[in-house]
């Protein structure tokens, strides 16, 4: 394993013992060629994620092979190193800190892409611009940022993907079917909850990272405050400086299916507002813990959001039907309404987002999760979130991707990154 002090030099980006990042970070990109047929995957960020996802590339062993781990915590890379290998029976992968070493090995293929939110499009970006294939978990961080990878990935010759599982779960798959074929009626409204978890108590003191940890490229394009425990790991979900809270963490799945079954992923909310004030979390967490949020779609639809436990039900103008639970069995105002002999509509396969990808990268197509699909879900938990920070009504232009005369509104739909990962600059990286 190369050391990242060695990789630093070979790039001419040390300086005074300062990591600069420049306008186009480039290495020599040879173009991937798959060996016996199989795709070489690099598996990036390693939380509990992050592993289950490795796992998943693990099982579809006759499609692909992980060559490589990373992530700026060491331990966990490690960690995931001895799966990798215990499943081949070698010691062949490689473990890695920094991603752009990664992204430096002409022969690894694609990569998977399990970071902290802040970190989803600017990597994402880099990679396609480093000529590799690449899926990512859901969601943009933000709207601006979002419509960035879009533009990206539809210039590409690489293949995009978002990592979200719903379209490829029967539960969800046969709601839409059920829907679409009318047995609930006109459909009226979709009530969803979300399930919040507790943020920690403790760990708030501030003091020195653990060794192993690279926190200075962990915070990357996000302000850089004194580290403390508490505030990394799998909590930066309850910080808006790397994430959105519940309702861009579970939003992104209950909600695309209810998009898919208000407009078939072509309608957006129009109106989004607070049906009560918004309760937040404090201190350094400060994301929703209490929310009730009404979307209302361009054809009349309502979508109610609320905290409590993973829930969506669909109610139409003759009965209702509903997922109680995480991927859990459908059930019905009355029990006649699940029976559907034949399928009106033609649904993904149920092999997963992770077969999706692998073989939408030997067909030469776009993934069914693609960027467009994963921006539209995406905006709608941002434009969820920014109604709840607000406390108030915004009308959304899907057109322009902006709010109609709401100064106040339209600026948080972008961040400002730390000047070392201005998007100009991230626009220019490759590898």
Known sequence: MSSRRDF??????????????????????????????????????????????????????????????CDVYLPLAEKAKK??????????????????????????????????????????IIALNSGKHVSCE????????????????KKSDRVFG????????????????????GRIGELQK?????????????????????????????????????YSQARCF?????NYDYAGGSLTDWLPHQGETAQWMIGDDKLVPQTIEPVKPTVFHKGIFNTAKEFDIMYTYENGVQMEVKNGIPWIRAIGSEGWIESKGWNKPLTASQENLL????????????????????NAIKEGRQTIMNAELGQRTSTMC??????????????????NEKFIDDTEANALCAKTPRTDWSYDKIMKMKC
């Not at 859901?138 to 990935?153: C, D, Q, S, Y």
């Not at 799998?234 to 309850?238: A, P």
């Not at 649904?347 to 692998?358: I, T």
């Open 234 to 238: 799998y909590n930066f979900r309850w």
């Open 8 to 69: 630093i030099k070979r790039s001419s980006l040390c300086a005074a013992g300062t990591l600069i990042i420049p306008t186009a970070f480039s290495c020599k990109q040879k173009k991937p060629s798959h060996v016996n047929g199989l795709i070489n995957v690099a598996c990036i960020g390693l939380g509990g994620h992050g592993v289950h996802n490795l796992k998943k590339y693990l099982k579809i062993n006759k499609m692909c092979r992980v060559v490589a781990v």
């Open 382 to 399: 941002n434009v969820g979130n920014i109604a709840a920070q607000l406390n108030k009504k915004v009308v959304w232009d899907s057109q």
């Open 190 to 226: 979709i009530y969803i909850e979300l399930p919040v978890r507790k943020v920690p108590v403790t760990g708030m003191e501030i003091v020195k990272p653990p060794n192993g940890f690279d926190y200075d490229l962990w915070c990357g394009p996000a302000p850089k405050h004194p």
């Open 138 to 153: 859901k969601p943009f961080h933000t709207i601006e940022e979002g419509r960035m990878l879009v533009n990206v990935a």
């Open 162 to 181: 978002v990592s979200v599982e719903d379209r490829f779960l029967p539960v969800y798959q046969q709601m839409v079917q059920l829907v679409k074929a």
């Open 83 to 124: 799966l990798v290998d215990e499943a081949y029976g070698n010691s062949d992968c490689i473990v890695y800190q920094d991603f752009r070493e990664v992204l430096a090995r002409p022969e690894i293929d694609a990569i998977q892409c399990t970071t902290p939110d802040h970190w989803h499009v600017p990597m994402s």
């Open 339 to 358: 029976d559907l002999p034949e399928m009106p509509m033609k649904v993904p396969h149920r092999k997963g987002e992770h077969y999706d990808f692998l």
